[in-house]
């Protein structure tokens, strides 16, 4: 299920780059539709966790929490000057709980903060997909490096440039999706950052790198970067260690399988 949403998302994000759009009425249409298709999937995907095992009443009510406390936390960087306070949170737990959780996390988490802060729109099914990712990423990190398990600083370091290599990609995937609308042909005039309805598939990934580079990399991905990195830096042991006693008592490990009470460490 996880692999079925992701392509479906990344043709979401994509399809301009292989199919003309020829004004911005198109993306009003689109972006409903995404969203209703998008929340069935992301049922099917709990239901599928839940019958296997992998996400019982326990694991459900901590991702209520932890929705609740990242909703809470975006508010407090509100994307000023690319300050996110919401990716550091999603990284760990998706590091401990796994891919699967972390999406769903990524999605929830989202979903509850747009509706906290009247931020439902267009973008928002778009935002919960991408940030669906951040979490399913983190989680598929590796455990073990020549054989020794990466704990301790080395696990921090590691999430520290996760949580910079996201922070530029996710910057970049959310500018693709509105991209074609705020610089197509229709807006008149040729220009160097313009989509070209329909053209070259290189033409319009270079047109679209210097759209990014200008108008988002500088600035907003990069205060994300930094944001990424100093909460991770200042709070990631000690959640990580609070995270994984949760994991512990709540019996249940990251792949998604219930431990039985008398072997957990």
Same mark, same amino acid.
């Given at each position: =299920?996880?692999?079925?949403?992701?392509?479906?998302?990344? +043709? =979401?994000?994509t399809w301009p780059l292989f199919l003309p759009v020829k004004d911005s009425t198109t993306m009003d249409a689109t972006a409903p539709m995404i969203f209703i298709v998008l929340l069935p999937l992301l049922i099917v995907l709990v239901l599928?966790? =839940?019958?296997?095992?992998?996400?019982d009443a326990k694991a459900l009510a901590l991702l209520g929490v932890l929705s609740a406390i990242?909703?809470?936390?975006?508010?407090? *960087? +509100?994307?000023?000057?690319? =300050?996110?306070?919401?990716?550091?949170l999603l990284i760990l737990a998706g590091r401990v709980f796994g891919p699967g959780f972390g999406f769903v996390l *990524?999605?929830?988490?989202?979903?509850?903060s747009a509706l906290l802060t009247a931020g439902v729109g267009p973008w928002m099914p778009f935002q919960m997909l991408a940030s669906a990712w951040v979490g399913m990423g983190a989680g598929l990190l590796p455990d073990r490096l020549f054989g020794r398990e990466i704990r301790g600083k080395i696990e921090v370091a590691m999430l520290v440039v996760y949580g910079i290599v996201v922070a530029y990609l996710f910057g970049a995937i959310m500018n693709l999706w509105f991209w074609p609308y705020v610089m197509g042909a229709s807006q008149g005039g040729p220009s160097d950052l313009a989509y070209i309805p329909g053209g070259p598939l290189l033409e319009n990934l270079k047109r679209f790198g210097w759209f990014t580079l200008i108008t988002s990399t500088a600035v907003w991905d990069t205060g994300r970067a930094v944001t990424n990195s100093i909460l991770?830096?200042?709070?990631?042991?000690?959640?990580l260690l609070a995270l994984r006693r949760t994991l512990r008592r709540a019996a249940f490990d990251a792949h998604g399988e219930f431990l039985p009470a008398n072997s957990l460490p």
């Open positions: =299920m996880l692999s079925v949403v992701s392509v479906a998302g990344l +043709a =979401m994000f599928a966790q =839940m019958s296997d095992k992998g996400i990242i909703a809470v936390l975006r508010p407090l *960087g +509100a994307g000023t000057n690319g =300050m996110e306070t919401v990716f550091f *990524g999605c929830t988490s989202l979903f509850a991770l830096i200042l709070v990631g042991r000690p959640v």
